[in-house]
């Protein structure tokens, strides 16, 4: 895991859950690893971050639900993505 985020996720891990992501996704995108962060609001921007911890881009989210119109393509199925981290306060639906 990048330092950036495993530093993100304690700052997170420690905010109200209504506030911060509640959980991060990694997978490849033109032969790159990727992380989609989705924000807790409908209203804010679900980010996509590089490895390097530069935004990509926003797929979805904002105030249309739109995302910025920057990335290309939709994300990939669930099942494609790995689930990195998830706020300690979420509970896991099964």
Known sequence: ???WLALQLRE???GRVSRVPTAVWRFERDGQTV???PEP???RFKRLYAASGEMVCAPSGGFLGLGDGRCP???PPAGQMTLVWRHPMVQVRK
Do not use: E, N
Request: charged share 5%.
């Open 1 to 3: 895991m990048p330092a």
């Open 12 to 14: 997170w891990a420690a």
């Open 35 to 37: 992380y989609y962060i």
């Open 41 to 43: 609001c409908c209203d």
């Open 73 to 75: 393509g939709a994300l």
